[in-house]
């Protein structure tokens, strides 16, 4: 079992930027990153394996970086110039399977997610 615990969500104005961290109750291959609309539909954002390897998906291209601290089992997601469409619950979510589901919904473990508000 892992547990994940999101934070750093805040309410912040268009154009501006946050960090969201999310700490693992333990080392895992996979992590990802996933927002959640008013639709409940959960997007994959930003994705990082045990090598490094990552995705960003188009969406979030250039203004959103992913990176893991393998000793702290902390995963962060830095998101710059936010608009209004970046607005909902951001997720983080782990596995520990040897094919990662990258910006797939497949991850066996997830946080309660952390929520960003962006406003005019």
């Known amino acids: 079992q892992v547990y994940l615990v999101e934070s750093g969500g805040d309410s912040v104005r268009a154009g501006g930027s946050l960090k969201l961290s999310c700490t693992a109750s333990?080392?895992?291959?996979?992590m990802g990153w996933f927002r959640q609309g008013p639709a409940k539909v959960r997007e994959g954002l930003a994705s990082?394996?045990?090598?490094?390897?990552?995705y960003i998906a188009p969406s979030v291209q250039g203004r959103f970086t992913i990176s893991k601290d393998d000793v702290k089992n902390i995963l962060t997601l830095e998101m710059n110039s936010l608009n209004l469409n970046d607005s909902g619950t951001y997720l983080c979510?782990?596995?520990?399977?040897?094919?990662?589901?990258?910006?797939?919904?497949?991850?066996?473990?997830w946080g309660q997610g952390t929520h960003v508000n962006v406003s005019s």
């Open positions: 333990t080392s895992v291959r996979c």
């Open positions: 979510a782990a596995d520990n399977r040897i094919w990662c589901p990258d910006l797939k919904l497949w991850y066996n473990y």
């Open positions: 990082i394996n045990q090598f490094g390897t990552h």
